[in-house]
């Protein structure tokens, strides 16, 4: 209830902000212009993504972000004027429906000029799915439901990792594997060439100066990552499967309590017992989390604590942003994951 009304009262602040953005929008509209030859309009929803779109479109353009600050995109709601700039755009840039619940909707009654690209479903993207098995915390308790979860079992944490399809919910967080990411910038140079094709060439060479840095980064953190290879540790919201995977450190457990949850006295109970059982070297919460329940979980256990920010909630948007993100994942862990000497 409370949100409800917190939320109106936002949507009053902002309607001010639509009304005067949408009036330069339609100045901007009014003159008959051939299709796509003003500036490329591109919408994409998270920051990783948006970092590596930024890259890509550098000297023609710049794409739109829409789960700006410290929002989270698994419970971001669209403002009106969110929902028209998608509406407005060439191109339309999200991971999946299950990462971005907020983009169902908009996407239902998508106008047929705005081209969608769902990254998630993109040529060489590798995806992995939603783990919920033994190792990781099975979701048979009710109450703290982790995005969209559903029971099952293959928590084949060595798989390869699905190519699309399967039956299970599939982890949406897929940029934080540098491979991945490679696949997702030369899919979107692909289509930005496709909708601006005087652009090709400016994508084509920004697309590849990108590829190469995320290959330096690649064996950069591969370096740095090693020493701690093998030391358990957990994680509170379970987003960081495709960079353990790709760096070979796989956390011994997820918490599984959503950043927006509360999570129960007895939960908490449950999950210092895992700690314990687990002898987990660290314990790492997200931003948003709130600190004390961190502390309540790792008091009276050896484990320490840190904190990763796998959506980039406490970094500034730009072309820098991935880069940023991928270096302090891999400078926290390996920080707490070294005993201070
Ligand atoms: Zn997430």
Redesign the pocket.
């Known amino acids: 209830m409370f949100e409800k009304f917190a939320a109106h009262a936002a949507h009053r602040v902002l309607r001010f902000f639509a009304i005067a953005t949408s009036a330069i929008a339609a100045s901007a509209m009014s003159a008959p212009a051939p299709v796509h030859a003003a500036e490329p309009n591109v919408v994409v929803t998270i920051k990783p993504v948006h970092s590596l779109v930024t890259a890509i479109m550098a000297g023609a353009g710049t794409p739109h972000l829409l789960v700006d600050g410290a929002a ?3 419970t971001f709601t669209l403002k009106p004027s969110n929902a028209k700039a998608i509406q407005q755009a060439d191109v339309f840039i999200r991971i999946s429906e299950s ?1 971005e619940p907020f983009t169902r909707r908009v996407v239902e009654a998508l106008p047929s000029k705005v081209k969608l690209m769902s990254l998630a479903e993109a040529k060489g993207v590798t995806l992995l799915p939603q783990r919920t098995g033994a190792t990781f915390e099975a979701h048979a308790h009710s109450g703290e439901h982790d ?1 969209d979860a559903h029971d099952h079992d293959d928590h084949d944490h060595d798989a390869a990792g699905h190519e699309g399809g399967g039956h299970g919910v599939q982890d ?2 897929i940029w934080l594997d540098p491979k991945n990411a490679q696949a997702i910038v030369a899919a979107v140079a692909a289509e930005l060439s496709a909708t601006y094709p005087q652009n090709a060439e400016l994508f084509a060479k920004n697309a590849a100066e990108v590829t190469a840095k995320i290959d330096a980064l690649s064996s950069d953190l591969q370096a740095q990552l090693s020493p701690v290879r093998g030391k358990p540790f957990i994680v509170f ?3 960081t499967q495709y960079f353990e995977s790709r760096f070979e450190i796989p956390a011994a457990g997820s918490v599984t309590v959503t ?1 927006d949850a509360q999570p129960s006295a007895k939960r908490l109970t449950e999950v210092r017992k895992k700690i314990a059982s687990l002898s987990a070297a660290c314990v790492f919460a ?1 931003p948003g989390f709130q600190p004390k329940l961190v502390a309540a979980v790792t008091d009276g256990t050896t484990a320490r604590s840190g904190t990763l920010d ?2 980039g909630a406490t970094l500034t948007a730009g072309p820098e942003l991935y880069f940023d993100l991928m270096r302090n994942l891999a400078r926290n862990i390996s920080n707490c994951l070294t005993p201070a000497t």
Do not use: V
């Open positions: 989270s995109p698994h990462l995005h949406g967080h919201h379970d987003a950043p997200e796998p959506e």
